[in-house]
């Protein structure tokens, strides 16, 4: 079953694949799809909208950097971690920590604390593939000392990070 709130936020943000596509028939019928999207970013800005699209057309490097404007939302940040581990596995890992730092630094909006410990276990599968497992673990280290709140998604991110570090070690079996 659809959660009310997804399905309010997928109606809103759908329609952004049917504007590239449209505008690229009407309006640019001579340019390629990725100038087409650049362009909508500079005219309509919030850039962290434009996520979805960017993703879906296959321009990565667009779809990263529109994953970290403070506009991005990590309730669609957070689904394109798993979709992209074999085929992207740094695409996967980046885009997973920007839906974990996000919510943390009090930006964007659909944050589920819950879905964090899924989050860290995408990143860190990701960066295993790409033998950047320091990276990605100190990445979410910086984020847990550059705030060292008490709320719960902080307190779970502390807690998931010293299981990493514990794995690592070779402390669990």
Not at 103 to 112: E, K, T, V, W
Not at 118 to 124: C, G
Not at 141 to 165: N, P, T, V, Y
Request: proline share 6%; net charge positive.
């Amino acid at each position: 079953m659809v959660q009310p709130t997804l399905f309010r936020f997928a109606r809103r943000f759908a329609p952004i694949r049917t504007v590239l596509d449209r505008r690229q028939r009407s309006g640019y019928p001579n340019r390629d799809p990725r100038g087409v999207l650049e362009d909508l970013i500079a005219r309509h800005g919030g850039k962290g909208k434009w996520f979805a699209a960017a993703k879906t057309a296959g321009y990565l490097d667009i779809a990263l950097d529109c994953a970290s404007d403070p506009e991005a939302v990590s309730a669609t940040l957070t689904p394109a971690a798993p979709d992209f581990p074999d085929r992207d596995p740094a695409f996967a890992a980046q885009v997973a920590l920007h839906a974990i730092s996000h919510p943390l630094y009090g930006r964007g909006f659909g944050a589920n604390p819950l879905h964090i410990d899924e989050v860290i276990d995408h990143v860190m599968a990701s960066s295993r593939q790409i033998n950047r497992t320091t990276w990605a673990m100190a990445e979410i280290k910086q984020m847990a000392d550059r705030l060292a709140g008490d709320d719960f998604m902080s307190r779970r991110r502390r807690i998931m990070l010293s299981e990493i570090e514990a794995t690592a070690r070779g402390d669990c079996a």
